[in-house]
């Protein structure tokens, strides 16, 4: 690997995460449109603020859960472009740099839609961005990662997109950003299970090393399952298509989970991961099917 290679960046920016940015900015986009109040411009601004502040987490991430000593070059899951040595640090800084001002100048343009006091939820995206694992007080290594995670990765990015593309907020939007939330917390949370002796001993204290690794089994369960419950909840209103497609994402779910258990620990888990990482691209698609066809 060519150190701070366009190859190098792209292992750095996890573009296998993606679908945690892309999956709420589609959901409320289908809301919205149902509802009559899509509009292309604000929603594809929210698309690429979401993707850019991914990048910049993801960034943040790799630089210092190795300067933490959480990630080390023999570490379990998939490669880490700083602790591998792929991206030096003046570049890495840099480009932390960079996608940040690349958030701050797409989420500028949202201000059209959703006037200034959209100005303190984009800085909290980004404190948030730095906060998860940097600064005196990094949530993730506090046991607050998967509440960060539900709040934007879900409540945040479905909530506000809706709220700028129809100038409303309703239930079902609470009920959808909620449910993307918990679907999404699922690929934290199988990385937390995969990581929680190496957590331990670098002092990250996730729920799972926390409460152990049964609680990490069942809690990965909850999450998904949680979550389809909460969209059966759509047949209130006659949304038959959102309340009821994602039955089709638990049953690949629950095999993922099943795997999880048998597997239990080590370098294996990364099936898992990546299983994941598919299963919720898959929940993102049957809900926003759903919501459209519904």
Same mark, same amino acid.
């Given at each position: 690997?060519?150190?701070?290679?366009?190859?190098?960046?792209?292992?750095?920016?996890?573009?296998?995460?993606?679908?945690?940015?892309?999956?709420?900015?589609?959901?409320?986009?289908?809301?919205?449109?149902?509802? @009559?109040?899509?509009?292309?411009?604000? #929603?594809?601004?929210?698309?690429?603020?979401?993707?850019?502040?991914?990048?910049?987490a993801n960034l943040v991430n790799d630089l210092w859960d190795f300067l933490k000593g959480a990630d080390r070059p023999d570490r379990l899951g998939?490669?880490?472009?700083?602790? !591998?040595?792929?991206?030096?640090?003046?570049?890495? !800084?840099?480009?932390?740099?960079?996608?940040?001002?690349?958030? +701050?100048?797409?989420?500028?343009?949202?201000?059209?839609?959703?006037?200034?006091?959209?100005?303190?939820?984009?800085?909290? +995206?980004?404190?948030?961005?730095?906060?998860?694992?940097?600064?005196?007080?990094?949530? #993730?290594?506090?046991?607050?990662?998967?509440?960060?995670?539900?709040?934007?990765?879900?409540?945040?990015?479905? @909530?506000?997109?809706?709220?700028?593309?129809? @100038?409303?907020?309703?239930?079902?939007?609470?009920?959808?950003?909620?449910?993307?939330?918990?679907?999404?917390? $699922?690929?934290?949370?199988?990385?937390?299970?995969?990581?929680?002796?190496?957590?331990?001993?670098?002092? !990250?204290?996730?729920?799972?090393?926390?409460?152990?690794?049964?609680?990490?089994?069942?809690?990965?369960?909850?999450?998904?399952?949680?979550?389809?419950?909460?969209?059966?909840?759509?047949?209130?209103?006659?949304?038959?298509?959102?309340?009821?497609?994602?039955?089709?994402?638990?049953?690949?779910?629950?095999?993922?989970?099943? !795997?999880?258990?048998?597997?239990?620990?080590?370098?294996?888990?990364?099936?898992?991961?990546?299983?994941?990482?598919?299963?919720? $691209?898959?929940?993102?698609?049957?809900?926003?099917?759903?919501?459209?066809?519904?």
């Amino acid at each position: 690997m060519k150190t701070n290679s366009l190859r190098a960046w792209f292992v750095a920016v996890r573009p296998y995460s993606f679908g945690a940015a892309s999956i709420p900015v589609a959901v409320a986009s289908a809301l919205a449109y149902t509802d @009559g109040s899509f509009h292309w411009l604000p #929603a594809l601004l929210c698309w690429l603020f979401a993707l850019s502040m991914q990048c910049t987490a993801n960034l943040v991430n790799d630089l210092w859960d190795f300067l933490k000593g959480a990630d080390r070059p023999d570490r379990l899951g998939p490669d880490r472009a700083f602790a !591998k040595g792929y991206i030096t640090l003046p570049a890495m !800084k840099a480009g932390i740099a960079a996608f940040t001002l690349l958030s +701050c100048a797409i989420g500028s343009g949202l201000l059209w839609y959703g006037g200034w006091w959209m100005i303190p939820v984009g800085l909290a +995206c980004v404190v948030f961005a730095f906060f998860y694992t940097a600064g005196p007080y990094p949530l #993730a290594y506090h046991g607050l990662g998967d509440v960060a995670v539900v709040l934007f990765f879900g409540v945040v990015p479905v @909530g506000f997109t809706y709220y700028l593309l129809t @100038g409303t907020w309703t239930w079902e939007t609470t009920t959808a950003a909620l449910a993307c939330g918990l679907v999404i917390d $699922t690929m934290l949370w199988v990385n937390n299970f995969r990581d929680r002796e190496e957590d331990a001993r670098c002092g !990250k204290r996730t729920i799972i090393v926390c409460l152990g690794a049964a609680f990490g089994r069942w809690g990965y369960l909850f999450l998904g399952t949680a979550a389809v419950l909460l969209c059966l909840g759509f047949l209130a209103t006659g949304r038959w298509g959102a309340a009821l497609l994602p039955l089709l994402y638990w049953a690949l779910f629950f095999g993922t989970w099943r !795997k999880m258990v048998r597997i239990d620990h080590g370098e294996e888990l990364n099936v898992c991961l990546s299983e994941t990482a598919r299963n919720l $691209t898959l929940f993102g698609l049957l809900l926003t099917i759903g919501i459209l066809i519904g």
